[in-house]
Antibody
């Protein structure tokens, strides 16, 4: 069964960086992309970006462009999301999810990782 | 949120509840809609994909539809287990990224 397993919770100071991992199992990693989404406490879902599992091509939400870097390690089938210059309002649960189509117009996200809580506090 | 959902919906056991999702020509109007179900403290789970398709394991009580720039999720035979947050999502051609509705909290009275 396809699974995405994320790294554990993090507590960071404002201004620091965090790197969250998302390890994929039971499918061909290079055949699909990985999407990152976050959810602030009590809030809805917000798209951060997408990375191809095949060639590392990326797309970023304008809101995070320049502050977030998405990467993959195809030797371990793991995707990473690094966010820099953390602020208190970056406190959220960060999810990875697999896309299912080469065409974004007919795509969906499934499955999802279990989520990683990132707390930014002084 | 780019996609607009009602913040809350409710119904009694056995009833049918419909949750709407309104977008524009750059997302729902030309692109498929997906729906996700999320329980507190859990990751979202795919409920409906490609407008009206159910993944294996999702009961037939859940159905999706799309018309123009709007989509709907219908839940028939409402059960207490259906209490959750529901999100619509689609790719947005203008933003070149995924967009989500603000979520609808479903309460079973």
């Amino acid at each position: 069964q396809v699974h995405l397993v994320q790294s554990g919770a993090e507590v960071k100071r404002p201004g620091a960086s965090v790197k969250v991992s998302c390890k994929a199992t039971s499918y061909t990693f290079s055949a699909y992309g990985i999407v990152w989404v976050r959810q602030a406490p009590g809030q809805g879902l917000e798209w951060i970006g997408w990375i191809s599992g095949n060639n590392g091509n990326t797309k970023y939400s304008q809101r995070f462009k320049g502050r977030v870097t998405l990467t993959t390690d195809t030797s371990t089938d793991t995707a990473y999301m690094e966010m820099r210059s953390l602020r208190s309002d970056d406190t959220a649960v960060y999810f990875c999810a697999r896309d299912n189509s080469e065409n974004f117009y007919i795509d969906w996200l499934n499955p999802w990782g279990q989520g990683t809580l990132v707390t930014v506090s002084s | 949120s780019v996609l607009t959902q009602p913040p809350s919906a409710s119904g009694t056991p056995g009833q049918t509840v419909t949750i709407s999702c309104s977008g524009s020509s750059s997302n729902i109007g030309g692109i498929v809609v997906n729906w996700y179900q999320q329980f507190p403290g859990m990751a979202p789970k795919l409920l409906i994909y490609l407008n009206d398709q159910r993944p294996s394991g999702v009961p037939g009580r859940f159905s999706g539809s799309k018309s123009g720039t709007s989509a709907s999720l219908a839940i028939s035979g409402l059960q207490s287990d259906d209490e959750a947050d529901y999100y619509c999502a689609a790719w947005d051609d203008s933003l070149d990224g995924w967009v989500f509705g603000g979520g609808t909290k479903l309460t079973v009275l």
